[in-house]
């Protein structure tokens, strides 16, 4: 995925201006607020730091996809502007739940699998449909591409969320669900990364074009 980061920095996409591609994004939006309340109060209940990191990761990409409503329609430069501020958001979700993940493992306290599992394939079936949905728009400018990844990221977090609640369930230990919340640190750290180069790149290139 990363081999695209610095291929469309002068490019306007059409699908920017496409009303199928604004709906796609208030759904999505309206998906991402629905699973954030199911996953916050399903975390608690369980115990699940890999549930409460994936509720907080649908939180964000909630206002994510706000973001690229409010800015669909403007210059590269403001798109950019946008892709780099989501991109720091990601970064630093992936340092929080790093830290929550370690601070869970300092108390031993065991999440509850069977809600983890079923929860998380709730989820799965959620992000997917979003996924879905942003496929043909993966490859626009660094504001489009950071959606597409937020989802993509989704979906592998799920699966992880689901083999962590088996992992639970088998060995009646906590080690499976810290273990996927710090995959999903991991993702959030290396995709916000890459759309911060992207980001970055495409602000040069409008600077450069101006001057």
């Not at 709906?23 to 109060?41: D, K, Q, S, T």
């Not at 983890?116 to 728009?137: C, H, K, Q, T």
Request: proline residues 2%.
């Amino acid at each position: 995925m990363s081999a695209h980061c610095h291929q469309h920095a002068s490019e306007t996409p059409q699908a920017v201006h496409s009303p199928h591609y604004r709906r796609i994004l208030w759904l999505a939006l309206a998906i991402n607020l629905a699973m954030f309340g199911v996953e916050l109060g399903a975390g608690f209940r369980s115990g699940s730091v890999a549930l409460l990191a994936d509720a907080i990761d649908f939180f964000g990409d909630a206002a994510n996809y706000g973001v690229t409503l409010a800015v669909l329609s403007m210059g590269l430069a403001w798109r950019a502007r946008a892709a780099r501020l989501k991109a720091v958001s990601m970064l630093g979700f992936g340092v929080f739940v790093m830290g929550k993940a370690l601070w869970t493992f300092t108390q031993g306290t065991t999440p509850e699998a069977f809600t983890m599992g079923s929860i998380g394939l709730l989820a799965l079936l959620a992000n997917l449909g979003v996924a879905f949905m942003l496929y043909a728009y993966r490859e626009g400018d660094a504001n489009m591409r950071s959606v597409w990844l937020c989802s993509r990221n989704d979906a592998i977090g799920n699966l992880a969320v689901m083999g962590a609640a088996l992992g639970v369930f088998g060995t009646g230990a906590a080690w499976p669900d810290l273990a996927v919340a710090a995959v999903m640190a991991s993702l959030a750290m290396t995709g916000g990364w890459t759309v911060l180069r992207q980001a970055s790149h495409e602000l040069k290139a409008t600077r450069h074009a101006s001057t």
